[in-house]
């Protein structure tokens, strides 16, 4: 079993930064892509960004290029969603997700989620 438990949401104007957190369990997280993905008010669950496992290769969404940047650090068992230059619309719930293929934006392609972290970002 992996759980996947994101950290670092919060509240924030716009024009500023967050950085998200996503930690793993067990010892195969070097082995798998992951991905973040939110979950807008009203909205459906959408792909913002996504790795590959050894983190050379990476994909975003044409709302958050040149925004975002996801990293991760396979000693540490984490990935992280640097987020800048925050918009109004960036407000959702995020999500990590461990991928079974790359690149995807289909939740059906991610096998274990977090819990979620509130972004909130105020005009």
């Known amino acids: 079993q992996v759980q996947l438990v994101e950290s670092g949401g919060g509240l924030v104007q716009a024009g500023g930064s967050l950085s998200l957190s996503c930690a793993a369990s067990?010892?195969?997280?070097?082995?798998?892509?992951m991905g973040w993905f939110r979950r807008p008010p009203g909205k459906e669950r959408e792909l913002v960004a996504s790795?590959?496992?050894?983190?050379?290769?990476?994909y975003y969404a044409d709302s958050v290029k040149g925004r975002f940047t996801i990293s991760r650090d396979n000693a540490k068992n984490t990935v992280y969603l640097q987020m800048n230059s925050l918009k109004p619309e960036d407000t959702a719930v995020y999500y990590c997700a461990r991928s079974i293929r790359f690149p995807s934006s289909r939740v059906y392609d991610y096998d274990y989620w977090g819990q979620g972290t509130q972004v909130t970002v105020s005009s």
């Open positions: 067990g010892r195969t997280f070097g082995s798998y892509s």
């Open positions: 790795i590959t496992p050894s983190g050379v290769n990476t």
